[in-house]
């Protein structure tokens, strides 16, 4: 009880204080009514905001011309534009108008808790705390975590409000606050997270998540207190590892946020309830620059679902760039080839081109000239005619073309080079395994 107190006593202005209006600053861009935009993903962790339209380079265009101090990097990618901001705590959503439609960015003044990147909800083993059987489960709170696993939080819902009372009541409270985040109802969810019980075990990941909402905790040294897994049961071990990473990542030490992930992959790590967070954290460390992208590669390398999932596109994509920019493009082709069957079909071309340039970089037309083949069974001639495709389908033949583009040319020591610091951050990932706690790997 002694250490709760004393907890207590240091997330006593947090826990003062219910966070109400944490938007900083708002930015609005009406876009002419021939463009419409079909979609407005943010992708927080990397301080970019994708949108996908009707005709991207026209989108592309206006937006460049327009004033903007929020996102000031526009760009093109696979078809999409791409803003990219200074601030990661950024929020997008299209808005509909009289005139037309409007794109709206907002700075927030911590991490977004909903969307993208929002706070993550790992469920628990409901038989490990004590709360009845296993999934399905025999008790309200049981059956609640068993649904949140499964993805129905209406569900999860119902049964956490049928357990605010006796056994569960505890975790029920600040599932239901969890449901509230999700749902975009910050003010609801601190409300809730501030009336779990100061003896539980789920104290401390009100604590954490309460701390998440407000900008002077996590600037303090409350948090080291708040994310160690010292007294604290096994089975919370795997959201206080995410939500530690993810504060981390916010904070620009995605390296460091990806290294702690490494072991959480494996059936029952929080990486495997929240792919997404996960794989949003390692695709930032692949883009950091020089060592530092190289030693998330290594970890990108060792991960077992790197080539499934909803992020294993963009990721694969991520560490071909740093491999062909470390000297290794036939290398990085092969990574693209792997993930060629979950291309969406707008994407499919500039995908398969890139694979195919890869190749033909590293000399291996055969390989080259299969991409070619694949991609006259699945594109329509009138993309196969474009220059671009003309170029690869020469150099694909073994006839005189026009040089690929591709990254300076590079001493064979960089591959020597490369091959060292995967080595060596492939141990650092096999160490930071063994020093995790148990029920943590």
Request: hydrophobic share 45%.
């Given at each position: 009880m002694g250490s709760s107190v004393a907890l207590l006593t240091l997330l006593a202005p947090v826990l003062a204080t219910a966070a109400l209006d944490l938007t900083e600053l708002v930015e609005r861009f009406p876009l002419k009514g021939a463009i419409q935009v079909t979609a407005v993903r943010a992708?927080?962790?990397?301080?970019?905001?994708?949108?996908e339209s009707n005709n991207g380079p026209a989108l592309a265009a206006e937006l460049r011309s327009a004033t903007r101090t929020l996102c000031n990097e526009?760009?093109?990618?696979?078809?999409?534009?791409?803003?990219?901001?200074?601030?990661?705590?950024?929020?997008?959503?299209?808005?509909?108008?009289?005139?037309?439609?409007?794109?709206?960015?907002?700075?927030?003044?911590?991490?977004?808790?909903?969307?993208?990147?929002?706070?993550?909800?790992?469920?628990?083993?409901?038989?490990?705390?004590g709360l009845g059987e296993g999934c399905p489960g025999d008790t309200p709170a049981g059956r609640g975590e068993c649904a949140i696993a499964?993805?129905?939080?209406?569900?999860?819902?119902?049964?956490?409000?049928?357990?605010?009372?006796?056994?569960?009541?505890?975790?029920?409270?600040?599932?239901?606050?969890?449901?509230?985040?999700?749902?975009?109802?910050?003010?609801?969810?601190?409300?809730?997270?501030?009336?779990?019980?100061?003896?539980?075990?789920?104290?401390?990941?009100?604590?954490?998540?309460?701390?998440?909402?407000?900008?002077?905790?996590?600037?303090?040294?409350?948090?080291?207190?708040?994310?160690?897994?010292?007294k604290i049961d096994a089975p919370l071990h795997a959201d206080l590892i995410l939500r530690r990473a993810r504060v981390d990542a916010f904070a620009g030490r995605s390296l460091e946020a990806a290294q702690a992930l490494s072991g959480e992959h494996a059936p029952g790590g929080a990486c495997v309830a929240e792919p997404t967070l996960c794989g949003d954290i390692l695709l930032d460390a692949l883009r950091q620059p020089a060592a530092r992208g190289t030693q998330a590669l290594a970890i990108y390398l060792a991960t077992p679902s790197r080539d499934r999932g909803p992020v294993a596109i963009e990721l694969a994509r991520a560490a071909a760039d740093r491999c062909a920019t470390s000297g290794a493009p036939v290398f990085a082709a092969n990574l693209l080839s792997a993930v060629t069957g979950g291309v969406a079909a707008p994407e499919l071309s500039d995908h398969l081109a890139r694979t195919a340039e890869l190749y033909l970089e590293g000399n291996?037309?055969?390989?080259?000239?299969?991409?070619v083949e694949f991609a006259r069974s699945r594109l329509a001639p009138a993309l196969l005619a474009t220059p671009r495709w003309v170029k690869i389908a020469k150099g694909a033949a073994g006839r005189?073309?026009?040089?690929?583009?591709?990254?300076?040319?590079?001493?064979?020591?960089?591959?020597?080079?490369?091959?060292?610091?995967?080595?060596?951050?492939?141990?650092?990932?096999?160490?930071?395994?063994?020093?995790?706690?148990?029920?943590?790997?």
């Amino acid at each position: 009880m002694g250490s709760s107190v004393a907890l207590l006593t240091l997330l006593a202005p947090v826990l003062a204080t219910a966070a109400l209006d944490l938007t900083e600053l708002v930015e609005r861009f009406p876009l002419k009514g021939a463009i419409q935009v079909t979609a407005v993903r943010a992708q927080p962790i990397a301080g970019r905001i994708v949108i996908e339209s009707n005709n991207g380079p026209a989108l592309a265009a206006e937006l460049r011309s327009a004033t903007r101090t929020l996102c000031n990097e526009v760009s093109l990618e696979y078809g999409a534009v791409v803003l990219r901001c200074p601030s990661r705590y950024i929020a997008a959503s299209m808005a509909r108008h009289a005139g037309g439609q409007s794109l709206e960015v907002r700075v927030l003044r911590v991490a977004p808790w909903a969307g993208r990147d929002g706070l993550p909800v790992i469920p628990f083993d409901p038989y490990r705390l004590g709360l009845g059987e296993g999934c399905p489960g025999d008790t309200p709170a049981g059956r609640g975590e068993c649904a949140i696993a499964a993805g129905n939080f209406k569900e999860a819902r119902e049964q956490f409000q049928g357990a605010t009372e006796g056994m569960g009541a505890a975790l029920a409270i600040l599932r239901l606050g969890d449901l509230a985040a999700l749902d975009d109802d910050l003010q609801e969810a601190v409300r809730l997270w501030q009336q779990v019980p100061a003896g539980s075990p789920f104290r401390r990941l009100a604590s954490a998540r309460l701390c998440e909402t407000e900008p002077s905790c996590l600037a303090s040294s409350r948090t080291s207190i708040l994310y160690s897994l010292a007294k604290i049961d096994a089975p919370l071990h795997a959201d206080l590892i995410l939500r530690r990473a993810r504060v981390d990542a916010f904070a620009g030490r995605s390296l460091e946020a990806a290294q702690a992930l490494s072991g959480e992959h494996a059936p029952g790590g929080a990486c495997v309830a929240e792919p997404t967070l996960c794989g949003d954290i390692l695709l930032d460390a692949l883009r950091q620059p020089a060592a530092r992208g190289t030693q998330a590669l290594a970890i990108y390398l060792a991960t077992p679902s790197r080539d499934r999932g909803p992020v294993a596109i963009e990721l694969a994509r991520a560490a071909a760039d740093r491999c062909a920019t470390s000297g290794a493009p036939v290398f990085a082709a092969n990574l693209l080839s792997a993930v060629t069957g979950g291309v969406a079909a707008p994407e499919l071309s500039d995908h398969l081109a890139r694979t195919a340039e890869l190749y033909l970089e590293g000399n291996d037309s055969v390989r080259a000239s299969v991409v070619v083949e694949f991609a006259r069974s699945r594109l329509a001639p009138a993309l196969l005619a474009t220059p671009r495709w003309v170029k690869i389908a020469k150099g694909a033949a073994g006839r005189p073309a026009a040089p690929v583009a591709k990254p300076a040319a590079r001493p064979p020591a960089d591959l020597k080079n490369l091959e060292a610091d995967l080595g060596a951050a492939k141990r650092t990932v096999a160490e930071s395994r063994e020093k995790a706690p148990e029920g943590a790997r």
